[in-house]
C-alpha cells in the first residue's frame, strides 16, 4: 500500500528543497563545500563564534531533545560534508 502526499506536503517540500539549495548556494559563494549548510560549516568550524550563537538563536525553533544547539546538531547531519570546501 503506497500513501501519497497531499498537495501541501509536497508544497513544504519543495519550499524546504528550494531553502536547503539556497543556503548551499550562498555557502559555495563563501567558498563553503557545494554540499553543506551555512549551519553545518559553522557547527564544524566556528562553534564558539557570535556567528555560531546568531544562528543557534535564529533557529532556536529547529532544536530537537538532546541537542546542544543548531549548528552542533547541523554539523552532526553533515559529518561527510566538507572536503571540497576552498576556505575553511
Known sequence: MSTQ???KEMLTQYIKNILIAFNQGINALLGGDQDMTISGRVGRNYKDTWIAKLIDWMFSWQKRDG????VENAEYWERDEGKDAVIK
Open 5 to 7: 502526499r497531499t498537495k
Open 67 to 70: 541537542s546542544k544547539s543548531h
